[in-house]
Structure formats: structure tokens, C-alpha cells
């Protein structure tokens, strides 16, 4: 049985359709990865899943069980942590409090005061600056901070959307290897949403493709690195030689 | 001379300080929900009527009336929040505004119908009540001295709750970004409510520690008017601010009463409002900040 099982969910902003009956399941211990381009509906997806948004129709089972309109402190405290796009760090708050804020749903202080450490070995960044305004630091350093105060709340799967979002290709690719490593390390589920294909397909073990509120594809990750129009309109590798002339009338095939 | 002066700033600081904590009340209820509360002079009436009622009619020690008060007007803050306030999470915020104005008339009209406080104004005796402090021609009164500790005391009480407690600094969490405090499981229910009860009882503290100086009356609650200037010199969101608005208005007031003309007294608070919002837009203590909800 997957961890996560989402079946047929719509959600709406108002009257506008965002997904449009989407379904999808996540393995225990997996890297799974949803592209898209900019208005997809990735980040509806992780929204509905952690219950800032409630789907109109379908379920979602977390672990056998319901979660599909349970309040947002309910599914932290079952383990599903989301680290929002844009970080979303709380600025105003240093960053030790910003890490506290993370496990604030917990009361094991030894288990908090070891997870503290888990998350310092891998941001040794956060440990040095643990005084500082987390407003005060870079988009990297954020980033970083957001993985770590989600970290906190010892998730068994963690939502990420868009860790690569506005950092140097250098700081991208540092980013991924933590994320593989606590994938590796802590066993904690990983539900990816992207729009950098290349790092997504080379991290993760399957993937998505979401277009306009559905989806369109669901391979390997492998498999979808080798796919043509994966590979014309996500990873930009145009393949002229092959289909040289025809380039202009040339559509996407699952449309 | 110098004595006078000194008697002066003194009365003006332990003024102020009172408006401080009714700001005080203002700030938090707004950085929290970006709602005005204009009843929270209201609260100070509730506060000083039952504080009276326990002292004069019950014959309460003051300490202990002070308590019940403050865990009444806490109570009554969360009733408030829970059955009035949020039922409109949603609505605009102006509309939130205009029912607290309504709300203030429905306190005031409420308490001059509760029997036996009514419209009458009334006074309480403190353990401070008329006593004084000497030092060669300076005389200190002990109750001006009172409100000035009793207000230092809070504050650091507030410092320490906002600053190491979870509760407190998940509050300022939600305050800075309502979204994310929700991704980490915070309760913004609960923390609306928090903020709404502390806001009171603050208010109802304010009060009680107004009562000896403008004595217990319906009408009391209208020294808000001099609380939400000192809120906005002090920037509207920081709460040191508030209170350093709330004495730089209290003591400018206090002096202007004593050496300049007639009339000055009333609208010395405004005029070092606008002197500062003119230099300092932001507030004494306000920075631009970015509020994402
Ligand atoms: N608050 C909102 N109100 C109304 N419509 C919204 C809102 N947020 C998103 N939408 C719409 O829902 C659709 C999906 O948006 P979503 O934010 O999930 O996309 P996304 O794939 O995360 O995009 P991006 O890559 O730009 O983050 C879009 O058409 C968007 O315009
Ligand atoms: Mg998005």
C-alpha cells in the first residue's frame, strides 16, 4: 500500500477550477516529483494535501487513512510537513526561533533536542547564524532554513515546493544533495514539485507531468528523462536533427 | 520650580504609561488581525466597574479584586472573540472595525444599565491611596509611583511571554505570516483568541490603575483617544513603541496643562502626533514591514 494515495481530487480558488480530478500515490521512503510549468496547479496540489485548501471532490489517504478534510494541525501532527514555495520563513523571528516554530506541535524535548542537532549537521549554516533574523539572510540560507524548520517537526513525508526557486545553480545543486541525503538517512518520504525538470528527474525515482490542473504523464524518472517532449519541453533539449523540419507545426502528443 | 517640574513629568510618565497599555492593547489585537479594536477603552470601563464592585461592595482585598478582574476581563476578551469576532473572520476589515465602534456603545450603554453602577461616578481606595513619598520639598505620590511599577512589571511580563514562551513567540509567528504558521500546525483560532483575551485583560488593568486618577465612570473608556495616538507615534505594530508613545504623550500633555494656556492640554497629544508622523512616517519604532497572509 503507498504512503500517500490521492485519488480523483478537484480543488477550487473561488470558482476556478486549480485541479481538475488528479490522482497520484507516493511510496513509503520514495522521492516522487511533480513537474509543471508556472500555473500548473503543483502548488494546489501540496496545499490540498497539507489542508490549507479543501478538495471539492476526491481522497486522500496519508498511511490508510483519511485526511482529506482534516484541519492543517492534524496532518502536521501525522506526519506530513510542508515547506511552502517561496520559504516563507517568519522574518521578524531569529533562527532558532523560526526552528522552534517547526516542532511547535511537539513536546518531547529530548527528541526535539536531538532532531535540533539532525538538522544542524546538515545546515551547519542554521547553528552559526542561530541568533540572527531569518529576514536577515540570503534566499539560500532561507531556503535552507524552511527545509530545516519543516525537518523539525520529525515528518514522515515532507512536501516540497520548488526548493530550487531563485538560487544559484551552485546552491541547487547543494540543496538536492541534502535533500537525498535526509531522504537517504531519516527514510522521509519525499513528495517534490518543480519546474526544474533536470534536477527534479535526476533526484527523484518517478515522476509526474501536470498541465493545466491534470496530469498528463506518470513514468519513471528514468523513462521520463528519455521521453521526446519531456525532453523538448521541460528539459529545453531541442532535438533539431531528427525533426528539423517539422519543429513548427510540431505539438505536444498528449494534448 | 525644579520640584514642580518634577512633579510634573512624574504625573505625566505614570499617565502615560496608563495610555501605553491601552495602545499596548491596540497594537496586539492589530499586529495579530489587522483589526482597530475601538472598544478597548471599553474594557478599562468594565475592568474599573467590576474592580469597584469588589472592593467597595464585596470589601475585597485590592490584590485579589485586581486578579478577579483581570481573569474576567480575560474571559471576556476570548467570549468576544469566540462568539462575536469570529464569525466575521472573512469579512473586510473595516466592517470588523465598525463593529467594534458599535460595540463600544453596546459596553458603555451595558454598564450604565448593570444596577447599582449606572451613570454615577465612582472612586475606590487603593493601597496607595494617600500616600506620599518625601524628598526635602518633593512630594511623590505613592499611587503615581504605583502605576508606574505595576505597568514595568507587565511589561516585562509581556517581554518574557513573547519572547521564550511557544505560545508567545508562535504569536508573533502568526502575526508575521499567517500561512506559514498554519504549514507548522499553530492554531490561528487559537491564537486569535490569545490575543483577544491578553488585549482585555490588559485593558482591564488599565483600568484599574486609571480609577484613582479620573475615578470610575461610564464615560472613562474615551481616554482610548489618547492611547491610539500613542499606538500610532510608536509605529502601530511594536509594543516598546506603544508604551514610549504612551509616556512621550502623557508627559507632554501633563506639562502643557501646567505651563501652557488654557486648552493646550487636550490637544498636545495630536500635535506631537503629527509633528512626528510628519518627520517620521513610520512611527517612532515602526519599520516597513512585509506582512504576507
Ligand atoms: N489565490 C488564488 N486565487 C485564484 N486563483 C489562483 C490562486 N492561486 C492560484 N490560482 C490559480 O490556480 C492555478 C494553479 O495555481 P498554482 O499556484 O497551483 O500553480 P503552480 O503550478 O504552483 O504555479 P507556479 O509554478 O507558478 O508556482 C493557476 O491557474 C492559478 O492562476
Ligand atoms: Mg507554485
Known sequence: MPQLEVKNIETYYGPIMAIKGISFEVEESSIVTILGANGAGKTSVLKTISGVM?????????????????DP??????????????????????????????????????????????????????????????????????????????????????????????????????????????????????????????????????????????????????????????REFYLGIKEESVRGSKRWKRKKRWR | MLVEILQTVLSGISIGCIYGLVALGFVLIFKATEVINFAQGEMMVIGAFIAYSLITMLNLDYWLALLITILALGLFGMLLERFVLRSLIGEPVFAIVMLTIGLGYAIRSGVSMVPGWGTDTYGFHTPFTDKNLHYGDLVISWEQ??????????????????????????????????????????????????????????????????????????????????AFPAAVLGGFGSIPGAMVGGVIIGVTESLSGVYLPEGWKDIAAYIILILVLMLRPEGLFGIQEKKKV
Not at chain 1, 479543501?54 to 482534516?70: A, N, Q
Not at chain 1, 544533495?177 to 534536477?199: F, G, P, S, Y
Not at chain 2, 516585562?156 to 504569536?171: D, K, P, Q
Not at chain 2, 486569535?192 to 490588559?202: G, K
Open chain 1, 73 to 230: 494541525d492534524k496532518i502536521v501532527r501525522m506526519g506530513i510537513s510542508h515547506v511552502p514555495e517561496g520559504r516563507e520563513v517568519f522574518h521578524d523571528l531569529t533562527v532558532k526561533e523560526n526552528l522552534a516554530m517547526g516542532a511547535f506541535l511537539r513536546r518531547d524535548k529530548d527528541g526535539m533536542a536531538r532532531d535540533l542537532e539532525t538538522v544542524h549537521a546538515y545546515f551547519p549554516v542554521l547553528e552559526a547564524r542561530r541568533g540572527q533574523l531569518a529576514g536577515n539572510m540570503s534566499g539560500g540560507e532561507q531556503q535552507m532554513l524552511a527545509i530545516a524548520r519543516a525537518l523539525m517537526a520529525r515528518p514522515k513525508m515532507l512536501l516540497l515546493d520548488e526548493p530550487s526557486l531563485g538560487l544559484s545553480p551552485v546552491l541547487v545543486k547543494e540543496i538536492y544533495d541534502i535533500i537525498k541525503r535526509i531522504n537517504e538517512e531519516q527514510k522521509t518520504t519525499i513528495l517534490l514539485v518543480e519546474q526544474n525538470a533536470w534536477m527534479a528527474l535526476s533526484t527523484a525515482q518517478f515522476g509526474y507531468i501536470l498541465e493545466l490542473g491534470r496530469i498528463v504523464m506518470a513514468d519513471p524518472c528514468d523513462e521520463l528523462m528519455e521521453n521526446e517532449d519531456v
Open chain 2, 145 to 226: 509611583v504605583s502605576v508606574i511599577l505595576m505597568t514595568l512589571v507587565l511589561i516585562i511580563v509581556l517581554f518574557c511571554f513573547f519572547r521564550y514562551t511557544r505560545m508567545g513567540i508562535a504569536m508573533r509567528a502568526t502575526s508575521q505570516n499567517q500561512l506559514a504558521a498554519v504549514y507548522m500546525g499553530i492554531s490561528v483560532n487559537r491564537v486569535f483568541s490569545l490575543t483577544w483575551t491578553i488585549s482585555a485583560a490588559l485593558g482591564g488593568i488599565a483600568g484599574i490603575l486609571l480609577a484613582p486618577f479620573t475615578f470610575v465612570h461610564m464615560n472613562m473608556g474615551f481616554i482610548g483617544l489618547k
Open chain 1, 54 to 70: 479543501e478538495p471539492e471532490k476526491g481522497t486522500i489517504e496519508f498511511m490508510g487513512k483519511r485526511i482529506d478534510h482534516l
